[in-house]
């Protein structure tokens, strides 16, 4: 039965005959001049595909080519290549590659080729996507590099292998057995990356242990180095910022301290003489209560830069993490920019600071972070999150990517028009050659690999939009619909349809017309607007909503908390502005009364009613669509999203009713006729 466990790497025999053959004609057999760790990947890679894909009997070819041959390698390794004026191969970067549709040794062929057997393999993945996907590959004039150049995942995963926002089970990683014992899943969880471009994995939770680099664990570590490097995967760890005093016995971990900087030093020597190509670490520093240099009074800059120095000499980096809030600033919203702003130029050059992509944390919906733009002397990254802390978790059906894109096409306007948050972390804005992504990782356990069969979509759009930022929404769900599931047409668009609109879905019926952060308390699941008196405000809903008898929503323009304020000129006066705010942001950016007109004519409150209600009919409409498709795919697969759908909307309803149900307390107003009642009233 399919489990979902080869994701989007299935590699089902095409059952469109027609296609079949226009594909069989065109690969003779596979050529593959030399031989390295990476370029036995690729080899096996392709074998395995197109023997799928194919229904077996794709030869690998030795010596001349034949007609139809799939020529593969660089031009270092492959004499046939060399051989070649193939377009495009000089501008590629390191990772990149060519698919050229042409003729060799008198022969038509197709060749894959790159300048490095890294780009060899990514272009490999990519020419197995056509195929799976269906495209023609008679005519081939590609030519791709990555735009950003740190593509990393990052895990919450904790050494007992529990996972923090994790909902697919436990964690991957079984330190148990390591280094002893290699699970082949590793192998799998390597190629799916690579297969996106993925090339770092930051194996350890934010929230750090420092026992993960202790000599045993370093062991440990090393291990699934080795195995990720053919993948051309890169491993960081992170880093709890008070591991010299837990692990190296010293009193402080001051970063000024000339013993904790030697400390760092020979434990960063340490790790690199068992694994000479080691990313980095990753930080989250005086935030949630992890320890920082801040304990000591010292900055986020002085605090990264000491670790920075410390694997400089072994190219190393440090992504240091920008989510800091705490009870005493007026408003979460501004206090990573307040602190982070006036350290721009500080950060040394193999510093990244790590930036979620709205100010608050990960909510449904969120304006872009105004740290994005304001920073033109530091190297910004973005953190995306893929598992969906706020969005339903293992469950709900809800397809990232247009969250991803809102973000990454978000203009900043830091230097005019056309300053998009993509353009600030590619580099293009700034020149900054050192560029990074990361995306919280939503893989378990599990069988299918991420809890839901849809939930494996959005590491999938992770991927590709970290590879390229220009793809749309709309197409990546396309290549992952028909990877995953079928090429058939009547499957692939209503699906993909399905997809396109989720997430909207969610943000209709948790958090509409910018309302956020009202899920229940620490596990942040269901509806809790009514969260008040924790011991921090900032932890509380009602902090967030800041509903009354005469409105709702947070006034951040000049009047309130002027968050708006860390947004560049245009910007500003747009959020300033309450007919200027898009509707998506309304309650975000203004405290509004409830029978403030919006642009559909109603009053806010029959608005908010509206949208809970359009989010659960979104949902009905989703388990209508998928029973119309009962027998298209495999029946395992089927039913496992029938019944996480009938889930969903079980629960779009109760976050709808506890939602209006409470607001409603402040409203006064009745719930339109046309729209059905909470259930209890
Ligand atoms: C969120 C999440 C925490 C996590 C934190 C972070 O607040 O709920 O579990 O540790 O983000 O990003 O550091």
Known sequence: AEDGYDLWLRYQPITDTEALETYRDAISGVLIESES??????????????????????????????????????????????????????????????????????????VIAA??????????????????????????????????????????????????????????????????YLNPRYIDYARANASLGINGTVLTNVNADATVLMPRYL????????LFRPYGIRVYLTARFSAPMEIGGLETADPLDPDVRAWWQSKVDEIYERIPDFGGFLVKANSEGQPGPGDYDRSHAEGANMLADAVAPHDGIIMWRAFVYSPVADDRHKQAY?????????????????????????????????????????????????????????THLAYLAPLFKEALDADTYAQGEGSTVAKVI??????????????????????????????QANWYAYGRLAWNHDLSAE??????????????????????????????????????????????????????????????????NVYYHRATRDGVGFDRTSEGTNAVGQYAPPVQEMFEDVDRTPEKYLLWFHHVPWDHEVSSG????????????????????????????????????????????????????????????????????????????PAHT
């Open 37 to 110: 760790p990476t370029l036995d990947i690729a080899r096996e890679e392709i074998s395995r595909g197109l023997n799928g894909l194919l229904g077996g009997n794709v030869p690998m070819l030795s010596g001349a080519p034949e007609d139809g041959a799939l020529i593969i390698g660089t031009p270092q390794g492959s004499e046939m290549i060399a051989e070649l004026d193939l377009e495009g191969l000089d501008q590629i970067n390191d990772d990149g590659f060519v698919i050229h549709s042409t003729s060799v040794r008198g022969e038509p062929a197709t």
């Open 115 to 180: 300048n490095t057997d890294q780009g060899v393999l990514y272009g490999v993945y990519h020419f197995l996507r056509l195929i799976q996907t269906q495209q023609p590959i008679d005519d081939l004039a590609l030519v791709q590099s990555p735009r950003i150049e740190r593509r990393v995942l990052n895990h919450w995963d904790n050494l007992d292998r529990t996972v923090e926002r994790g909902y697919a089970g436990f964690s991957l990683w079984e330190w148990h057995k390591l280094p002893d």
């Open 219 to 226: 062991d440990k570590v090393k291990a699934l180095a080795d």
């Open 338 to 394: 307040d602190e982070f702003v006036p350290l721009d130029g500080d950060f040394h050059d193999n510093v990244l600071v790590q930036v979620k992509n709205g100010p608050i944390d990960f909510q449904p919906r969120e304006p872009f972070n105004p740290l994005f733009g304001a920073m033109p002397s530091t190297s910004l990254m973005m953190e995306f999150q893929i598992t969906k802390e706020y969005l339903g978790q293992g």
């Open 426 to 455: 590619d580099g293009s804005l700034s020149g900054d050659t050192l560029t990074a992504i990361a995306g919280v990782a939503n893989t378990g356990t599990d069988r299918n690999w991420t809890g839901s069969h849809f939930n």
């Open 475 to 540: 197409a990546i769900a396309d290549e992952w619909v028909r990877m995953t599931y079928t090429n058939d047409p009547d499957f692939v668009e209503p699906v993909k349809a399905m997809m396109m609109g989720s997430r909207e879905a969610v943000v209709d019926y948790m958090t509409p017309l910018g309302l956020h952060h009202l899920m229940g308390e620490s596990h942040h699941y269901g509806p809790a607007p009514w969260i008040a008196d924790r011991e921090r405000e900032d932890w509380t």
């Open 602 to 677: 109603r009053t806010l409150w029959d608005e908010l009613v509206y949208r809970y209600n359009r989010g659960v009919e979104y949902v009905r409409d989703m388990r209508d669509t998928w029973a119309s498709l009962e027998g298209m795919i495999d029946e395992q697969r089927y039913r496992d999203t029938e019944a996480y759908l009938e889930i969903q909307e079980k629960e779009a309803i109760w976050w709808r009713d506890a939602s209006l149900s409470y607001f409603q307390t402040f409203s006064g107003q009745e719930i339109p006729e046309e729209y059905e009642l």
